[in-house]
Protein backbone atom coordinates (compact mmCIF):
# COMPACT_ATOMS: atom_id res chain seq x y z
CA UNK A 1 0.00 0.00 0.00
CA UNK A 2 1.61 3.60 -1.17
CA UNK A 3 1.87 5.52 2.20
CA UNK A 4 2.99 9.27 0.74
CA UNK A 5 1.48 12.12 1.63
CA UNK A 6 2.36 15.38 0.44
CA UNK A 7 1.79 19.45 1.25
CA UNK A 8 2.91 22.53 0.57
CA UNK A 9 0.25 23.32 -2.44
CA UNK A 10 -1.24 26.73 -2.45
CA UNK A 11 -2.39 29.99 -4.38
CA UNK A 12 0.51 31.49 -6.47
CA UNK A 13 0.68 34.32 -8.70
CA UNK A 14 3.09 33.91 -11.81
CA UNK A 15 6.23 33.75 -11.05
CA UNK A 16 6.25 32.87 -7.74
CA UNK A 17 7.52 30.23 -5.97
CA UNK A 18 6.16 26.89 -3.85
CA UNK A 19 7.90 24.39 -2.30
CA UNK A 20 6.36 20.65 -2.23
CA UNK A 21 7.11 18.12 0.18
CA UNK A 22 6.35 14.14 0.18
CA UNK A 23 6.89 12.20 3.06
CA UNK A 24 7.23 8.31 2.84
CA UNK A 25 6.01 6.18 5.01
CA UNK A 26 6.53 2.77 3.18
CA UNK A 27 9.88 2.19 4.96
CA UNK A 28 11.73 1.77 1.89
CA UNK A 29 12.62 5.46 0.85
CA UNK A 30 16.35 4.92 1.17
CA UNK A 31 16.15 2.70 -1.85
CA UNK A 32 13.84 3.89 -4.33
CA UNK A 33 13.97 6.18 -7.22
CA UNK A 34 11.28 8.98 -6.51
CA UNK A 35 9.47 11.19 -8.56
CA UNK A 36 6.87 14.00 -9.07
CA UNK A 37 3.81 14.01 -11.19
CA UNK A 38 1.21 16.31 -11.97
CA UNK A 39 -2.72 16.26 -13.14
CA UNK A 40 -3.97 19.17 -14.81
CA UNK A 41 -7.71 19.72 -14.80
CA UNK A 42 -9.70 17.51 -17.59
CA UNK A 43 -5.99 16.19 -18.32
CA UNK A 44 -4.17 12.73 -17.54
CA UNK A 45 -1.00 12.64 -15.64
CA UNK A 46 2.12 13.92 -16.48
CA UNK A 47 5.64 13.16 -15.18
CA UNK A 48 7.53 16.37 -14.14
CA UNK A 49 10.56 14.60 -12.10
CA UNK A 50 12.57 12.24 -10.68
CA UNK A 51 15.41 11.66 -8.50
CA UNK A 52 17.39 8.65 -7.52
CA UNK A 53 17.75 6.45 -4.55
CA UNK A 54 21.24 8.54 -3.78
CA UNK A 55 20.54 11.98 -4.78
CA UNK A 56 23.10 12.08 -7.56
CA UNK A 57 20.66 11.58 -10.17
CA UNK A 58 18.16 13.82 -11.32
CA UNK A 59 15.56 14.47 -14.18
CA UNK A 60 13.12 16.56 -15.67
CA UNK A 61 10.25 17.14 -18.06
CA UNK A 62 10.84 20.14 -20.50
CA UNK A 63 8.07 21.58 -19.38
CA UNK A 64 9.88 22.45 -16.11
CA UNK A 65 13.74 22.26 -16.36
CA UNK A 66 15.44 24.98 -15.38
CA UNK A 67 11.98 26.01 -12.99
CA UNK A 68 11.95 23.11 -10.88
CA UNK A 69 14.29 21.37 -8.51
CA UNK A 70 13.98 17.86 -6.74
CA UNK A 71 15.81 17.07 -4.07
CA UNK A 72 15.33 14.51 -1.42
CA UNK A 73 16.58 13.56 2.44
CA UNK A 74 16.90 10.26 3.44
CA UNK A 75 17.15 11.07 7.14
CA UNK A 76 13.58 12.79 6.91
CA UNK A 77 11.91 10.37 4.05
CA UNK A 78 11.33 13.35 2.25
CA UNK A 79 11.36 14.15 -1.18
CA UNK A 80 11.00 18.09 -2.40
CA UNK A 81 10.01 19.98 -5.25
CA UNK A 82 10.99 23.46 -5.59
CA UNK A 83 9.08 25.60 -7.89
CA UNK A 84 10.33 28.98 -9.32
CA UNK A 85 8.85 30.79 -12.68
CA UNK A 86 5.47 29.22 -12.07
CA UNK A 87 3.31 29.63 -14.86
CA UNK A 88 -0.34 29.33 -15.59
CA UNK A 89 0.16 25.83 -17.14
CA UNK A 90 1.74 24.60 -13.69
CA UNK A 91 -2.01 24.79 -12.20
CA UNK A 92 -2.13 21.22 -11.72
CA UNK A 93 -2.83 18.84 -8.53
CA UNK A 94 0.92 17.18 -7.73
CA UNK A 95 1.54 14.15 -6.42
CA UNK A 96 4.88 12.15 -5.27
CA UNK A 97 5.12 9.06 -6.43
CA UNK A 98 6.96 5.87 -6.73
CA UNK A 99 6.83 4.94 -10.57
CA UNK A 100 7.18 7.59 -13.85
CA UNK A 101 3.71 7.08 -14.66
CA UNK A 102 2.10 8.04 -11.36
CA UNK A 103 0.58 4.84 -10.68
CA UNK A 104 1.91 4.58 -7.20
CA UNK A 105 1.31 7.25 -5.92
CA UNK A 106 0.19 9.84 -3.46
CA UNK A 107 -3.13 11.93 -2.82
CA UNK A 108 -1.93 14.95 -3.96
CA UNK A 109 -1.82 18.63 -3.38
CA UNK A 110 -3.21 21.52 -4.98
CA UNK A 111 -1.40 24.24 -7.10
CA UNK A 112 -2.95 27.08 -8.16
CA UNK A 113 -0.92 29.80 -10.38
CA UNK A 114 -3.12 32.96 -10.76
CA UNK A 115 -3.63 36.34 -10.66
Known amino acids: QVQLVESGGGLVQPGGSLTLSCVDSEGTFNMDWMYWVRQAPGKGIEWVSGINSHDNGKDYSDAVKGRFTISRDNAKNTVYLNMNGLKYEDTAVYYC????????RGQGTQVTVSS
Open 97 to 104: AKDKMGAR
